[in-house]
């Protein structure tokens, strides 16, 4: 009796400590199992972490210096997109893409709007910003379209880059290039080729199709974009738009006349080193000097003074001398110890490909202190 009671007190014992160690047992293989998916977690992570890099060295990328410097990987794959003007000597600087592309390792995709239209449906737009930013990068697009706003679709800025050139000398540019073509591709007969005996100047006489001042209105709306308003010749908003967009929408607009000094630029500021060399290229390869229209008059004075009293060509003008302006200070800022290239002093003073300027700036007075500063701070802090 006292053996069957005590054996049941027991019995009740030994299920709450079966129970109270089933309660653990579950608990542990939660918490274990928690561990394990984090360490997972971590892996996954560390793995990807090694692909980018193992990618990114695959690139043959030789210098480290701005390479390390770029601490996002996605910033590492670039999407420059280059929304050529007609007759800018845009050929010369695509061909320095082209040349380079291999060595650095990123891929140049023309862009071939139908009907040479510059402009884009909503749909279209929308379209080439998403198919653009998912697909191959690093890359350079280039095409003559106006710029197209990827923000405004949801989509992160890429690298805009752009070269302006002086509106007349454009417009006469492309008069002769109809008619005669280019050193480019000498054989091939242009749109024009019949009338090539009329010059420019006699064309602005007998107020021909070809040279009428509105011709001159297209480096406005390629840096305005897309809406209707941008390709109204003597519009005062396309114009104020066009500034904005230099300033807050492209890394770095450049003058034709400044080809060496735009890609010395861009070597600097477009990550992964896809410009890396550009300048002294140019400088050196025979493929990349300004593609020359065959046969070119030079211009009278009378046609001349027609052109700058038109309103439109004022206003291109403005364009033109705002972005040359720009370029110039930045230059000069970026390169202070070469002569002024406002003072058109050009390519001579080229500083070498490869050099990076020190940086003008430092941190200073860092807290909580970093251990491993603390020792160079003492032996530099005393100037
Ligand atoms: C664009 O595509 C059209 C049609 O395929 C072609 O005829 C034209 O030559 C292309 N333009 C350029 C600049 O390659
Ligand atoms: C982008 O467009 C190309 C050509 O139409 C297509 O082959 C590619 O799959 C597209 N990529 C993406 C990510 O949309
Ligand atoms: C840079 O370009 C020049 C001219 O094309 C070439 O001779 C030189 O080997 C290039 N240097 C590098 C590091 O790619
Ligand atoms: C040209 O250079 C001189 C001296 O370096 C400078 O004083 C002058 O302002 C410059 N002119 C322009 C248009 O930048």
Redesign the pocket.
């Known amino acids: 009796m006292f053996f069957r009671v005590r054996h049941q007190k027991m019995l009740h014992v030994y299920l709450l400590i079966f129970v109270v160690l089933g309660i653990l047992v579950v608990l542990g293989a939660m918490i274990a199992y928690h561990v394990l998916l984090r360490e997972q977690h971590f892996q996954i992570q560390a793995a990807v972490a090694k692909l980018a890099n193992g990618d990114l060295k695959n690139l043959h990328f030789e210098s480290a210096a701005i390479y390390n410097s770029v601490a996002n990987s996605a910033d590492q794959k670039p999407l420059v997109i280059y929304n050529r003007v007609p007759k800018t000597g845009s050929t010369s600087f695509v061909n320095v893409a082209y040349d380079l592309h291999s060595r650095n390792a990123f891929r140049v995709l023309?862009v071939?709007v139908?009907g040479?239209s510059h402009q884009l449906s909503i749909y279209d737009q929308f379209r080439f910003v998403d198919n653009t930013t998912r697909w191959l990068r690093p890359a350079f697009y280039h095409g003559h379209f106006a710029y197209i706003d990827f923000e405004r679709y949801g989509y992160q800025k890429p690298y805009y880059v752009q070269l302006l050139r002086k509106p007349l000398d454009r417009l006469v540019s492309y008069y002769y290039f109809l008619r005669y073509g280019d050193d480019y591709r000498p054989y091939l007969v242009r749109k024009k080729h019949m009338d090539s005996s009329t010059t420019f100047d006699e064309c602005v006489e007998r107020d021909g199709a070809d040279c009428q001042a509105n011709l001159l209105w297209l480096q406005i709306p390629f840096l305005c974009g897309q809406s209707a308003d941008c390709w109204t010749p003597g519009s005062e908003w396309a114009l104020k738009q066009a500034k904005r967009n230099v300033l807050e929408k492209y890394t770095l607009v450049g003058v034709t006349e400044h080809m060496g000094e735009f890609l010395h630029m861009l070597e600097l500021i477009i990550p992964g080193k896809m410009f890396h060399n550009a300048s002294e290229h140019f400088k050196h390869s025979p493929k990349s000097h300004l593609r020359k229209t065959a046969k070119k008059h030079p211009l009278s004075r009378k046609t001349i003074q027609k052109f700058h009293e038109s309103i439109i060509w004022q206003m291109e003008n403005e364009l033109y001398t705002f972005v040359a302006r720009e370029f110039a200070f930045a230059y000069n800022k970026q390169f202070p110890n070469t002569p002024s290239i406002l003072n058109g002093s050009m390519g001579k003073h080229l500083k070498s490909s490869g050099y990076i300027p020190p940086p003008s700036f430092r941190y200073e007075k860092i807290y909580p202190k970093p251990a491993q500063f603390q020792k160079k701070k003492k032996s530099t802090n005393h100037v």
């Open positions: 023309h071939n139908t040479n």
